[in-house]
């Protein structure tokens, strides 16, 4: 996890709530990436930036949207939370390699 | 776009065993392939990959292979040991190189007994 934070590491709110989670890099990585992890289904793309205010969806994007103002910080948004994104939300970087390099998690519960 | 299954879902062998685990993957395209282990609690972490124009790789008691006609891969873990015990990973994408999009297996949970 080393040079990757995320912020909270743990919450719970209520549906209908906005909720914004954060990813912080020290690597200055250009790539950065927001996945989900659920049981049996790995993990899915939910968004990902390729510089600084260049973000794209992944698979799983609608409910979410994502902001990059510095190449350090990745946001991940919920607009108004629902019960069916309570889940582990990693974010993860890549630098010069394909391999991805993930954060700790953010374990998210949604009333 | 690419679909991954991996199996089994779980997976118990006995302390210096061998654990075998297999990904099967759609995408022809797809030339990149790493495996993550995630202990509890923590991230996913890299142990290792392979590209398509390589058929096995090795790195100590760990070993890919990769056979591209029939779309699988599979990671090999020899004289296992209780650390080894973790959920793992595998994973495919169409690009070798930084900013690649992963599609990502359901996991396997492998469990040591010592």
């Known amino acids: 996890d080393a040079g990757i934070t995320q912020s909270p590491r743990h919450k719970v709110t209520e549906t209908g709530t906005p909720v914004t989670l954060r990813c912080h890099q020290t690597e200055n990585h250009r790539y950065m990436y927001w996945y989900r992890q659920d049981p049996g289904h790995g993990l899915r793309l939910i968004h990902y930036s390729y510089g600084v205010k260049d973000t794209d969806k992944g698979e799983v994007s609608d409910g979410y949207s994502v902001s990059r103002s510095k190449t350090e910080d990745f946001l991940l948004t919920l607009e108004s939370a629902t019960s069916s994104q309570t889940s582990v939300y990693f974010c993860a970087i890549s630098g010069t390699g394909p391999g991805l390099i993930f954060g700790p998690g953010t374990r998210l519960t949604v009333l | 776009g690419e679909n991954v299954e991996q199996h089994p879902s779980t997976l118990s062998v006995q302390e210096g065993d061998s654990a075998v685990i297999k990904c099967t993957y759609s995408d022809s395209a797809s030339n990149y392939f790493p495996w993550y282990k995630q202990e509890l609690g923590k991230g996913p972490q890299l142990i290792i990959d392979?590209?398509?124009?390589?058929g096995e790789k090795k790195d100590q008691r760990i070993a890919v292979t990769l056979n591209k006609t029939a779309k699988h891969f599979s990671l090999h873990i020899t004289e296992t040991q209780p650390e080894d015990s973790a959920v793992y990973f595998c994973a495919a994408s169409n690009r070798d190189n930084a900013g690649n999009m992963l599609t990502f297996g359901g996991g396997t949970r492998l469990m040591v007994k010592p």
């Open positions: 392979i590209r398509s124009n390589v």
